[in-house]
């Protein structure tokens, strides 16, 4: 079986449906239940026996202990974590805490588990870190794509705890051997992504006929993939991944977060016109930037078609669709992630801007 953490969150609780669905091993669910963990997600899992759900800290060295003993998988995949760039701008603490302690304790505890395996248990085990390519830190426009030698310059409390995460999974890789595997991928997109991050907050905001908030002027880019294409290379470098390597993750989309906005605009008068026959993209207002906002991270995925065979499966205009169309399908997951702690964020976070509907 497999030990995920953050298994309740966006990509962890795709991986988690997707590896239930494609395999019949076992899966132990390791999650705090953050605001951004969500049981909800695994719904369709409540009865099943191949899905074993912990609600825990990865910091928290004697449970991961006891789970790894009781458990014995044969690879943890790392998803937890403080994920949200804005939140880690108003709060950096906990993002110290999970992302930089977090991982090593659970990285402590892994050792432990890993270093009393049999040596085929030993050459069978991975420990799989799911990291960002915001680590890089940020492009000119015309500057190449990252690869995995490019230097680490992270600008966000967010991208430096991760980075930071990065470099422990590497020397404990380098000093102790344990046979770690790391991806840094672009930004996902797709079902159960809690709406604080740009797409499914402009898909709901736009519903509910309020502003889309575009940072700046709205010519930052990033590089998307769809959330089910960011599980499938997960799954192929954990299969297929030289031990020690890094392996960077990206959908070749490239694009300007205003052409992102547009386009989720358009695809929504298209599926869920308005009752006034306006176009949504009437409601984009103009806020305040992000202090120290990325100008451009792009990824150059070569590494991963080249020596593992991977490639995303859908383009941004599929993937986004798709997106578009899961959120109109799913109400009710809408209805209760919108409640109550979410809406102080948006106060904090959007509050005076939002309420003006100010333009810069
Ligand atoms: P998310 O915020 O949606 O989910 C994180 C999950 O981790 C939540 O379920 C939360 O409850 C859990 N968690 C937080 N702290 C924990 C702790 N101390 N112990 C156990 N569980 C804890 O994040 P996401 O978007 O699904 O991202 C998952 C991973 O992928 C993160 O490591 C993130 O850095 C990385 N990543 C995300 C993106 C993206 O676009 N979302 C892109 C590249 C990499
Ligand atoms: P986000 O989804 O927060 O991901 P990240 O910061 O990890 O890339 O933001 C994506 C881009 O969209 C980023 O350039 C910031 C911008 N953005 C807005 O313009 N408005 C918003 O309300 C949000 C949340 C993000």
Redo the contacts with the bound molecule.
């Keep these: 079986m497999i030990l995920v ?10 991986f988690v449906l997707d590896w239930i669905a494609q395999s019949d091993e076992p899966v132990i669910n ?9 049981r909800e ?1 695994l719904a369709t899992l409540d009865n099943n026996p191949r899905h074993v759900f912990v609600q ?5 060295s004697e449970l991961v202990a006891r789970l790894l003993a009781e458990h014995q998988p044969r690879a943890v995949i ?7 760039v804005d939140r880690s701008i108003h709060g950096p603490e ?1 993002f110290i ?3 930089i302690v ?1 991982t090593f304790r659970l990285l402590e505890a892994v050792r432990a588990y890993y270093g009393q395996l049999p040596e085929s248990g030993k050459n069978a085990f991975r420990f799989l ?6 680590v890089y830190g940020s492009l000119t426009k015309d500057a190449p794509a990252f690869t995995e030698s490019h230097r680490y310059e992270p600008n966000s409390p ?1 991208s430096a705890s ?1 980075a930071a ?1 990065d470099h422990l999974v590497r020397a404990y890789h380098h000093t102790y051997g344990l046979p770690v595997l790391t ?7 797709g079902p ?3 709406p604080e ?1 740009l797409i499914p907050l402009c898909i709901l905001n736009a519903l509910a006929g309020k502003p889309l908030p575009i940072y700046g002027d709205g010519q930052q880019i990033r590089d998307w ?1 769809y ?1 089910k294409d ?1 599980c499938s290379a997960i799954r192929r470098v954990l299969e297929a991944g030289r031990l020690g390597e890094v392996y960077n ?1 990206g959908g070749w989309n490239e694009m300007p977060n205003l052409d992102v906005v547009h386009t989720l605009c358009a695809i929504l008068d298209e599926l869920s016109p308005r009752a006034d026959g306006q176009p949504y993209k009437t409601q984009i207002t103009y806020v305040t930037d992000r202090p120290g906002h990325d100008r451009r991270y792009a990824i150059d995925a070569s590494k991963l078609e080249r020596e593992l065979g991977w490639k995303p499966a859908e383009t941004f205009a599929t993937g986004i669709r798709k997106t578009v169309q899961w959120y109109l399908d799913n109400q009710p997951w809408v209805s209760n992630v919108t409640s109550g702690a979410y809406r102080d964020w948006l106060g904090k976070q959007y509050g005076t801007n939002e309420a003006r509907g100010e333009k810069q």
């Design positions: 953490t953050g298994g309740a969150g966006f990509i962890g609780s795709n390791l999650d705090v239940l953050t605001y951004a963990g969500n997600n825990g800290d990865i910091g928290d790392n998803f937890a974590a403080e994920s949200h906990d805490q999970t992302n977090g870190h799911v990291s960002t390519d915001e967010y991760k995460s991806t840094n991928c672009s930004n996902n997109y159960y992504h809690f991050k993939l959330v960011h993750v």
